[in-house]
């Protein structure tokens, strides 16, 4: 496997060092597998016509490019950001946000009948813009009984009950794979510090103290729904993963974080900047799980994708890098 977990949290000289899975940039990375090969796609520089880096693994351990995989929409936007692909019925559906620069991003989902592409958008937005300017970080998941919900990213400027100005997360049921319910519940809005993009931000034609919630990524664990979500900057050392959780997929939310730092992911000195974006994925052993999450290297050039186990106690997920603990 990728990573080794030490046995003592506590000794120094034990513990190894991150280290990223691909050396290349390779961000917002989303693992999965079908047919015992293992497929990541990530936000990531594009080729002539095509958009969206793909890698592959036949042992979870080397990974190599296999160029990009979505189909270019040049009239909708340049900039490309955090697919994430889901398989159902036979046909696999990559969703995606695209818009020029930060700005106008919206929902679309594209379609092929094979893992490696090529994808081709299905020609209108997931999400109408009437619905929502701004939304980013579309991310499906499929209950036991079958239903798909999307948990995807939006802004908010009120500041009601608490909550404060930003990006935060929601949920809408899927109704098929290509159409999605409007309506949507929230999952968590920013009510942290340390969840505070920009101070003083000119957006929306005001000025706001910005907070960022996104990249959310959904697990069930003993029948409960563990919502993982990045917040922060993700451009500095603030970047981190959290999490709230569950009875349902549509909530309500439960935050249990004591507002001082994210839990999951966060800055290491000397070795992580700004982890986040994460993905969960099944290793080869069919049982052991892995967040998947990008991380800057330490001369902030590039954000790097990396692979660490993951585990649970009776607080919910951590990362088992450095820990001792027994997983649940």
Same mark, same amino acid.
């Given at each position: 496997?990728?990573?080794?977990?030490?046995?003592?949290?506590?000794?120094?000289?034990?513990?190894?060092?991150?280290?990223?899975?691909?050396? $290349?940039?390779?961000?917002?990375?989303?693992?999965?597998?079908?047919?015992?090969?293992?497929?990541?796609?990530?936000?990531?520089?594009?080729?002539?016509?095509?958009?969206?880096?793909?890698?592959?693994?036949?042992?979870?351990?080397?990974?190599?490019?296999?160029?990009?995989?979505?189909?270019?929409?040049?009239?909708?936007?340049?900039?490309?950001?955090?697919?994430?692909?889901?398989?159902?019925?036979?046909?696999?559906?990559?969703?995606?946000?695209?818009?020029?620069?930060?700005?106008?991003?919206?929902?679309?989902?594209?379609?092929?009948?094979?893992?490696?592409?090529?994808?081709?958008?299905?020609?209108?937005?997931? *999400? $109408?813009?009437?619905?929502?300017?701004?939304?980013?970080?579309?991310?499906?998941?499929?209950?036991?009984?079958?239903?798909?919900?999307?948990?995807?990213?939006?802004?908010?400027?009120?500041?009601?009950?608490?909550?404060?100005?930003?990006?935060? *997360?929601?949920?809408?049921?899927?109704?098929?794979?290509?159409?999605?319910?409007?309506?949507?519940?929230?999952?968590?809005?920013?009510?942290? $510090?340390?969840?505070?993009?920009?101070?003083?931000?000119?957006?929306?034609?005001?000025?706001?103290?910005?907070?960022? *919630?996104?990249?959310?990524?959904?697990?069930?664990?003993?029948?409960?729904?563990?919502?993982?979500?990045?917040?922060?900057?993700?451009?500095?050392?603030?970047?981190?993963?959290?999490?709230?959780?569950?009875?349902?997929?549509?909530?309500?939310?439960?935050?249990?974080?004591?507002?001082?730092?994210?839990?999951?992911?966060?800055?290491?000195?000397?070795? *992580?900047?700004?982890?986040?974006?994460?993905?969960?994925?099944?290793?080869?052993?069919?049982?052991?799980?892995?967040?998947?999450?990008?991380?800057?290297?330490?001369?902030?050039?590039?954000?790097?994708?990396?692979?660490?186990?993951?585990?649970?106690?009776?607080?919910?997920?951590?990362?088992?890098?450095?820990?001792?603990?027994?997983?649940?």
């Amino acid at each position: 496997m990728p990573t080794r977990v030490t046995a003592d949290a506590g000794s120094e000289q034990d513990r190894t060092s991150y280290r990223p899975a691909f050396a $290349d940039y390779f961000a917002d990375p989303f693992v999965f597998q079908h047919d015992g090969i293992y497929y990541a796609v990530g936000t990531g520089p594009g080729s002539e016509g095509l958009e969206i880096p793909m890698l592959c693994s036949h042992n979870f351990v080397d990974w190599h490019p296999i160029g990009c995989v979505l189909e270019k929409l040049p009239e909708l936007g340049d900039c490309y950001w955090a697919p994430e692909v889901a398989y159902s019925n036979g046909a696999f559906y990559m969703y995606f946000s695209v818009g020029f620069g930060d700005k106008g991003h919206h929902l679309r989902v594209a379609t092929s009948d094979r893992p490696e592409g090529p994808y081709r958008d299905i020609g209108r937005p997931l *999400l $109408d813009r009437c619905h929502a300017e701004f939304a980013i970080d579309a991310s499906p998941f499929q209950d036991a009984d079958g239903q798909w919900y999307l948990f995807y990213s939006r802004d908010f400027l009120d500041s009601d009950n608490g909550a404060r100005p930003g990006t935060a *997360l929601v949920v809408s049921r899927l109704i098929t794979m290509v159409d999605l319910e409007p309506e949507f519940q929230v999952v968590m809005r920013a009510r942290h $510090d340390w969840q505070r993009y920009q101070s003083k931000r000119s957006i929306y034609n005001g000025i706001y103290d910005w907070h960022t *919630l996104e990249g959310p990524f959904t697990v069930r664990h003993n029948d409960r729904y563990y919502c993982l979500y990045s917040g922060g900057n993700w451009q500095n050392q603030t970047y981190g993963v959290d999490w709230v959780v569950s009875n349902h997929p549509m909530g309500p939310y439960t935050d249990t974080n004591d507002g001082m730092e994210p839990r999951l992911l966060i800055t290491v000195p000397g070795e *992580l900047i700004g982890p986040g974006h994460n993905s969960v994925v099944v290793g080869p052993d069919g049982v052991t799980q892995y967040l998947a999450f990008h991380a800057w290297d330490l001369q902030m050039t590039a954000r790097r994708f990396f692979l660490e186990p993951l585990g649970w106690n009776d607080s919910g997920p951590i990362c088992l890098r450095n820990f001792s603990c027994e997983t649940q």
